[in-house]
């Protein structure tokens, strides 16, 4: 669940999106997560086969490799509702959290979003703010001036 995390789910759920749609969502990234990963492994584990169908045909001459298909294709499905169950799970951990709707009735009513520690500092009085004397051009200005 790479892009819904802890702090994706309310943002998501602020924006609008339905609680089926972030469900949703967290399926797909697990079905495709789970595919790929079964993609990868299927690929290393046919380099492997093959390199053992090799050196076993060099001292044999004639070797047969029987896949059980039927086997694999259960791993990947038992895979695929594991993981699926576990991504509903945190979802919907994720999705009972009490900051979602905190967050939301706040907005509602008109709060806004509230920084923590209050307004920002002011700068440390070690380093006084530089000010540009009154005639003088701004920066972007010197980059774009012409020489004459």
């Known amino acids: 669940m790479s892009l819904l995390t802890g702090t994706a789910v309310p ?3 602020l924006i609008g999106v339905a609680v089926h749609q972030v469900r949703r969502t967290a399926l797909w990234e697990t079905a495709i997560t789970t595919g ?6 299927a690929v290393l584990v046919a380099v492997g086969l093959g390199a053992y169908r090799a050196a076993l045909s060099a001292e044999y001459h004639e070797v047969a490799l029987d896949v059980p298909w039927f086997t694999l294709a259960a791993l990947v499905l038992a895979c695929l ?3 699926g169950a576990v991504a509903l799970a945190a979802i ?3 999705l009972r959290r009490g900051g979602i709707s905190a967050i939301t009735a706040r907005e509602q009513a008109g709060g806004g979003p509230r920084r923590r520690g209050g307004p920002h500092p002011p700068p440390p ?4 703010a530089v000010r540009r004397p009154s005639g003088a ?3 972007s200005e010197r980059r774009c001036r ?3």
């Open 11 to 13: 943002a998501a759920r």
């Open 36 to 41: 790929l990963a079964a993609g990868v492994a």
């Open 81 to 83: 509702v594991v993981g």
């Open 92 to 94: 919907g951990g994720l």
């Open 125 to 128: 009085a070690s380093r006084p």
């Open 137 to 139: 051009p701004r920066r």
């Open 146 to 148: 012409q020489p004459s």
